[in-house]
């Protein structure tokens, strides 16, 4: 089978997207003819062949993405030039196109597309346009064009065969927003990656005595909610604990500001560190703001469970993590922007015994080996597509 793959960000970009996008299409390819439509550099050449896939990359333009209007004119620019490579290529109706959704405005497009050339078309979402806009405190739910753009996405979500979506909380949300929509909707969870993440629970501990190291790792912006857990560890008043923050984004000033007797700024780490960086502490801290229910899902939580750390998750208590928390006994949920449910969550983590604290670490590694190893989840990919 003929497979096309849009996606802005791919290899040697291994960032969220471009890491899951890279691997679901080397494993498509092992048994279908695989193209990945994706950006690239003025000086990386357009065609090339990488792993059994064939690459299109189109070169595209640096933008600000911190600057909202320039970040709408680069997404705009990339999804153009999508829709003109796919138009171009005149994608056969036994073919099969498969979107992620960045950049979301492609989406609106290769519908349209998929109208004229009738290909089957699936979109794997990992962010929920243009409902994040309002999550993100970008727009109001009220906006004229928010509301324009809302029809116009669920018009264009309408028309694929299938729905890809990494949480169980996303795939709600997409029965509830397409009533009408005669596809599959299908939860495949992102996954970690088990030749990466080691996890020997009789290693010899290289983290402080006497100290319970909470490890804050990846983005620090808006939809994070890092301000509240920074107002929460300022409340702790113990020396029996540490939190240790590494990442960039819109909020790290007011980690930077913070730093004092319990927090610490380490810097960044890239995905082929994350095992080594992932021993440095006893547990991962992973945040979401409530309103982001169904939006989207951190996918660094496997990796997290794959090393065998258990989570202080702050996150709506319906969310796909939050469920696989509950589910699991892999660590604590707390309610995002709720001080005293942060602090205690913080002081349960101080209050387990040895016992305790390893049969969560058993528990974290389980559901890792059992269902989340990226083999596993990658074979519900090709039985899918």
């Given at each position: 089978m003929k497979i096309y793959i849009f996606t802005e960000v791919y290899f040697p970009n291994l960032t969220s997207?471009?890491?899951?996008?890279?691997?679901?299409?080397?494993?498509?390819?092992?048994?279908?003819?695989?193209t990945v439509i994706t950006t690239g550099s003025i000086t990386d050449p357009k065609f090339s062949v990488l792993n059994g896939v064939n690459l299109i990359r189109l070169k595209t333009s640096v933008f600000n993405k911190h600057n909202l209007l320039k970040r709408l004119t680069g997404f705009f620019n990339i999804s153009f030039l999508f829709y003109k490579e796919a138009y171009k290529l005149k994608i056969e109706k036994t073919s099969h196109?498969?979107?992620?959704?960045n950049p979301a405005l492609f989406i609106p497009f290769i519908s349209y597309l998929k109208n004229k050339f009738k290909f089957k078309l699936t979109f794997i979402v990992h962010d929920v346009f243009p409902e994040i806009l309002v999550a993100s405190k970008i727009?109001?739910?009220?906006?004229?064009?928010y509301l324009i753009l809302l029809k116009i996405f669920k018009k264009?979500?309408?028309?694929?065969?299938?729905?890809?979506?990494?949480?169980?909380?996303m795939q709600l949300l997409f029965q509830n927003?397409?009533?009408?929509?005669?596809?599959?909707?299908?939860?495949?969870?992102?996954?970690?990656?088990g030749k990466l993440i080691n996890f020997n629970s009789k290693?010899?501990?290289?983290?402080p005595k006497n100290k319970l190291v909470f490890q804050y790792a990846g983005n620090i912006g808006l939809a994070q909610g890092i301000p509240s857990l920074i107002d929460a560890i300022e409340k702790i008043n113990s020396p029996q604990v540490e939190f240790h923050f590494y990442g960039k984004g819109a909020h790290l000033n007011y980690v930077?500001?913070?730093?004092?007797?319990?927090?610490?700024y380490k810097g960044t780490f890239s995905r082929q560190e994350s095992n080594e960086y992932l021993s440095l502490c006893d547990i991962s801290i992973v945040t979401l703001q409530k309103s982001m229910l169904g939006l989207g899902v951190p996918s660094k939580t496997y990796n997290i469970l794959c090393a065998g750390k258990p989570i202080l998750y702050i996150g709506n208590l319906n969310s796909e993590i939050a469920i696989l928390i509950k589910e699991n006994n892999l660590g604590y949920i707390s309610e995002p922007g709720n001080l005293d449910s942060i602090r205690d969550g913080i002081k349960w983590f101080l209050n387990l015994n040895s016992e305790e604290m390893l049969s969560i670490q058993a528990n974290c590694r389980n559901i890792i080996l059992n269902k989340y190893l990226k083999e596993k989840v990658l074979l519900q990919y090709s039985e899918l597509i």
């Open positions: 997207s471009g890491y899951f996008l890279t691997e679901i299409a080397e494993h498509l390819a092992l048994n279908n003819n695989v196109v498969i979107v992620v959704t727009v109001s739910s009220n906006n004229p064009l264009s979500y309408n028309k694929a065969d299938q729905i890809i979506v990494c949480g169980r909380d927003k397409l009533r009408e929509y005669k596809g599959i909707i299908k939860f495949i969870p992102n996954w970690a990656d290693k010899k501990s290289i983290l930077l500001q913070s730093l004092g007797k319990n927090i610490f």
